[in-house]
């Protein structure tokens, strides 16, 4: 059964904690996990742990961005419909509107040296975030052969290849594996009442979407003022249904699309963007909102027409994951009975933990040999997995050695 919505007071504290998770997930999808266990399970019981690996194995399943969708699970779980909204809200709007600022004044970002010199502490936080993460996890998840097999061949198949399709191959290859092992032969299958739960217009809609913004932008005059707009939506949208691997695949995508193929914008103004991205808390995807604003601002639109092309990005890149995610998760109780469906599930987080692992790697190869940054790192994974300090004093500490030296 589903869990029915808690005390509203408890909705207070659910709140506050997005907040807080918002304002301290710095290191991307990764570090959100870990994050998301110590905000919502370790200290506020909100869902058991097991709940959450559930919600981020769908997650990983389905287009869009994870962390995004875990969250919002996570908040379905706790207040339904009208919680998961806030929370969606809550956990994107102050990063997207940093970044459509930071497009609305491009030519700021030249001068922000010391706003780097601030930050320049939160690199080997973040990377004891997701160690943390890693180990946290990697404890639970990694209780088999198959399971540790199947994390170690992640974590080479992203060091070496390094493409955007080893994600969803990956979290395809890991949920088949384990449920062709570890489904019982004998075991049959639990009939239930999934499809009587999907509303087929509900469908036509979300991909009907998605063809109406196609025609209009094809057919509408290049020269209305409209036609940016609604062929950015029909961009944004079509990314949303198609990436899968979070904001480590949707970058290079948006690069490719944005600066090679349809010359939006730059690539030095699109490479600025990401790199004041990556010193920012919250959703990876967020970065959507420099791209639209900026790309109105070149092509001649104002103050209004930015403000519009950064509320573009970020609402149509988010709007299909959040869609599929509220879409799936009321009758996810039921879904995952099924046995070759809830066997899948320990491959598909066996992978994500590979993913984690890779990702400390990728990230912590730059930092070269920095002995003050391993330092802050160690002390950072410390004092996570040792003391009841959370996150954000860390965060605020790193910030304040930044910018005290």
């Known amino acids: ?82 919680l998961a909204i806030i929370t969606f809200l809550i956990w994107i709007l102050p990063t997207a509107t940093i970044m459509t600022f930071a497009a609305i004044s491009y030519a700021l970002l030249d001068q922000k040296q010391k706003f780097n010199d601030i930050l320049e502490y939160i690199q080997p936080i973040a990377l004891g975030i997701v160690a943390y993460g890693a180990w946290k996890l990697g404890k639970k998840v990694l209780s088999s052969q198959v399971s540790i097999f199947l994390a170690t061949a992640s974590v080479i198949a992203t060091l070496v290849l390094r493409n955007a399709y080893v994600f969803p191959l990956s979290i395809l290859i890991g949920g088949m594996i384990s449920s062709a092992i570890e489904t019982p032969k004998e075991e049959t299958e639990l009939r239930v009442k999934l499809f009587s739960n999907i509303n087929p217009r509900k469908l036509i809609y979300f991909l009907g979407a998605l063809l109406l913004f196609a025609l209009v932008g094809a057919i509408i005059n290049r020269t209305s003022p409209f036609s940016l707009p609604i062929r950015l939506l029909e961009n944004f949208y079509r990314n949303g249904i198609l990436v899968f691997g979070g904001g480590q695949v949707l970058v290079p995508l948006m690069f490719t699309e944005f600066v090679e193929m349809k010359h939006y914008l730059p690539s030095s103004g699109f490479l600025s963007g990401f790199a004041l991205q990556q010193a920012l808390p919250g959703p990876t995807f967020s970065f959507t909102s420099y791209l639209g604003a900026l790309s109105m601002k070149n092509f001649g639109y104002g103050l209004w027409g930015q403000i519009l092309g950064g509320l573009i990005g970020v609402i149509g890149i988010n709007l299909p994951g959040l869609i599929l995610v509220l879409f799936i998760v009321p009758f996810w109780d039921d879904l995952k009975k099924i046995s070759r469906i809830r066997h899948s599930l320990s491959g598909i987080n066996a992978v994500s933990v590979g993913f984690i692992i890779a990702a400390f790697v990728l990230l912590l190869i730059p930092m070269g040999f920095n002995w003050i940054f391993f330092g802050i790192m160690i002390a950072t994974f410390l004092l996570l997995n040792f003391t009841k300090i959370s996150p954000p004093i860390i965060v605020l500490a790193g910030i304040l050695i930044g910018y005290i030296f």
Do not use: C, D
């Open 1 to 82: 059964m589903q869990n029915k919505p808690i005390a509203a007071k408890k909705q207070w504290l659910f709140i506050r904690n997005v907040i807080f998770f918002t304002f301290t997930s710095f290191g991307g999808a990764q570090a959100h996990l870990a994050l998301l266990l110590k905000y919502f399970v370790q200290s506020t019981k909100f869902i058991s742990e097991e709940e959450l690996l559930e919600l981020n194995a769908l997650a990983q399943v389905l287009p869009g961005p994870a962390s995004t969708q875990t969250l919002v699970g996570i908040a379905w779980k706790v207040g339904k419909l009208k």
